[in-house]
């Protein structure tokens, strides 16, 4: 009886000890018929993957949607803003408190609490393996109220941080009939990070568990669901999915070629005195990551075997390189092997100065290669947009003038999608081409409907994608007073701080002498109605105030 008594002494959050259980109120208005997960059992393709269309997620508060607040890929929060805070321990036992009182009464006025708190955060990813600890320290008991509590917070909330919350808890809760809605939830790259951990302990298959979670997502989930699964006990055919398909990604190969690389054997299947195209081809995209230096993450000083694998690369680019992309990716590996002359790492790497003269001969011999400029001229006229990019490296490498076929392209289809013709078309332009460009830019791009008022926005939402091509079309404007001034205008009365920055730049290029009327009043009403500090502060100078 004495010990019963204890039991029921709990302190409140505030550090005062109560006794006795709670008073009930009304359920905690927080469920929802529109969580998280039927929003995503709803978005499911056939394939099992997510629409494009569910990346935002119910809750998504409108200024990020709109482009006016910086907007977060889903799960980069949590792999940026993982740090301690001051108080982490003072949080973590009030948060402790209000769980026991949930576990022990079914206190629904703690539920709320509990709720109101986690989701009253931006994050709880530094939280949940300390308030974790602290709960199994407590002894608080699942059941009968908490473990129901903790599968509502995961499946019908439609808050982020209480969804998170209840798959980490279910996670540790060793409650395997969880986990295929776990794997659902897992499929947004919000929760990825959640269901790996999830998955790595309630399943009784987590290698392949996890591998098909990870054919399933693209971004920053994937790149952290990858990286624990590539140094697990994995079998071959995994391995070859981490070559051809494991370090692809939404956000940037570069955090997860290594590791791919590495665990998934690139240099033994090289080994091979042939391979097919498509090995080939993750070859190219995997040593394009590795061998910048100082990049995101590992890269080819690393690589125990660098010289080996770049050795039989170069081998079967004698006969497989035939793209712009691979013209390129061998120029990035004789510039690199250049620069490696000078300062031969360690001999466990395997370069060793005849090596490295070998390999620059090959190089030079197969970028001699004569059938190269008529196939960069190939890629640049009727190539796909995605490798524009290498056609256009290729083509400055051997001197090709690359303008008319952007300007061309541009003008085929300016809603592409690919803005860097934009790019393409203003960089190193003469004087005709930037007035054609201008005057084409002013007939395809609705800038008038950018002007409705200075704002702070970061201009990245849907509804601002429109005005994307002024980032490279108003710089170009600098030395050519009064051409494009009506976008100038537009952009000076635009919600788009960044483009107000930039139109101003072009007015000081122009000097005062070349402000219109419509510039100078325009520059008086920014005074007056400019948000941005640092942006006003420009303004006035430029207005002498």
């Given at each position: 009886m004495l010990n019963w008594f204890k039991s029921i002494f709990i302190k409140n959050t505030d550090g005062k000890t109560s006794v006795g259980p709670p008073v009930f109120i009304n359920p905690?208005?927080?469920?929802?018929?529109?969580?998280?997960?039927?929003?995503?059992?709803?978005?499911?393709?056939?394939?099992?993957?997510?629409k494009?269309?569910?990346?935002?997620?119910?809750?998504?508060?409108?200024?990020?949607?709109?482009?006016?607040?910086?907007?977060f890929a889903p799960g980069l929060f949590d792999a940026l803003f993982s740090g301690g805070e001051d108080d982490i321990d003072v949080k973590i036992h009030a948060l402790a408190e209000l769980l026991n009182r949930v576990a022990r009464f079914g206190d629904q006025e703690c539920e709320m609490e509990f709720y109101n708190r986690i989701t009253g955060r931006d994050g709880i990813i530094n939280i949940i393996d300390p308030l974790l600890d602290e709960i199994g320290k407590?002894?608080?008991?699942?059941?009968?109220?908490?473990?129901?509590?903790?599968?509502?917070?995961?499946?019908?909330?439609?808050?982020?941080?209480?969804?998170k919350f209840g798959m980490a808890v279910l996670g540790r809760s060793g409650n395997r009939k969880a986990l295929d809605g776990i794997k659902i939830l897992g499929l947004h790259e919000e929760f990825t990070v959640f269901a790996t951990l999830a998955i790595i302990s309630l399943s009784n298959?987590?290698?392949?568990?996890?591998?098909?979670?990870?054919?399933?997502?693209?971004?920053?989930?994937?790149?952290?669901?990858?990286?624990?699964?590539?140094?697990?006990?994995?079998?071959?055919?995994?391995?070859?999915?981490?070559?051809?398909?494991?370090?692809?990604?939404?956000?940037?190969?570069?955090?997860?070629?290594?590791?791919?690389?590495?665990?998934?054997?690139?240099?033994?299947?090289?080994?091979?005195?042939?391979?097919?195209p498509a090995l080939f081809q993750s070859a190219v995209e995997i040593i394009e990551c590795?061998?910048?230096?100082?990049?995101?993450?590992?890269?080819?000083?690393?690589?125990?075997?660098?010289?080996?694998?770049?050795?039989?690369?170069?081998?079967?680019?004698?006969?497989?390189?035939?793209?712009?992309?691979?013209?390129?990716?061998?120029?990035?590996?004789?510039?690199?092997?250049v620069e490696l002359q000078n300062n031969?790492?360690?001999?466990?790497?395997?370069?060793?100065?005849?090596?490295?003269?070998?390999?620059?001969?090959?190089?030079?011999?197969?970028?001699?290669?004569?059938?190269?400029?008529?196939?960069?001229?190939?890629?640049?006229?009727?190539?796909?947009?995605?490798?524009?990019?290498?056609?256009?490296t290729a083509a400055n490498t051997l001197q090709i003038n690359t303008w008319k076929f952007a300007w061309q392209r541009l003008q085929a289809d300016h809603k592409q999608g690919c803005y860097l013709l934009w790019s393409y078309v203003t960089c190193d332009a003469n004087e005709a081409q930037i007035k054609a460009v201008a005057e084409y830019a002013m007939q395809v791009i609705p800038y008038k409907e950018l002007a409705t008022g200075p704002d702070n926005d970061m201009g990245f939402g849907p509804v601002l994608a429109h005005f994307q091509p002024l980032g490279y079309i108003l710089p170009a404007l600098a030395l050519y007073p009064t051409l494009g001034e009506p976008m100038l205008l537009a952009?000076?009365?635009?919600?788009?701080?960044?483009?107000?920055?930039?139109?101003?730049?072009?007015?000081?290029?122009?000097?005062?002498?070349?402000?219109?009327?419509?510039?100078?009043?325009?520059?008086?009403?920014?005074?007056?109605?400019?948000?941005?500090?640092?942006?006003l502060k420009v303004v006035m100078e430029m207005l002498g105030a």
């Open positions: 905690a208005d927080w469920k929802s018929e529109t969580s998280i997960f039927s929003f995503l059992i709803a978005n499911i393709q056939d394939e099992g993957k997510l494009d269309s569910s990346i935002d997620l119910p809750g998504t508060p409108e200024d990020e949607l709109n482009g006016k607040k910086l907007k407590m002894g608080i008991p699942l059941q009968p109220y908490l473990m129901p509590y903790i599968t509502d917070l995961a499946f019908k909330s439609a808050h982020r941080n209480a969804v298959d987590v290698v392949n568990d996890l591998w098909e979670l990870a054919k399933k997502t693209d971004g920053w989930g994937k790149i952290q669901l990858v990286d624990r699964l590539a140094k697990m006990e994995i079998n071959e055919e995994i391995k070859d999915w981490l070559i051809y398909e494991g370090y692809k990604n939404n956000i940037m190969y570069d955090y997860l070629a290594y590791t791919c690389a590495v665990q998934g054997e690139l240099s033994k299947k090289l080994r091979a005195d042939t391979i097919n590795l061998i910048p230096i100082n990049g995101p993450a590992e890269d080819i000083s690393d690589l125990a075997d660098a010289a080996y694998m770049l050795e039989r690369f170069l081998l079967h680019a004698k006969t497989h390189a035939l793209t712009a992309r691979h013209f390129v990716i061998l120029g990035i590996i004789q510039e690199y092997l031969i790492p360690e001999p466990s790497q395997g370069f060793t100065e005849d090596m490295i003269t070998d390999c620059l001969i090959d190089i030079a011999e197969m970028l001699g290669n004569k059938q190269w400029p008529p196939r960069i001229l190939v890629s640049l006229e009727t190539g796909p947009v995605s490798e524009f990019y290498y056609a256009v952009a000076l009365n635009g919600p788009v701080t960044r483009y107000r920055n930039s139109a101003l730049n072009v007015l000081k290029n122009w000097g005062k002498d070349n402000w219109s009327e419509a510039v100078k009043k325009q520059l008086l009403q920014l005074k007056k109605t400019e948000p941005n500090e640092n942006t």
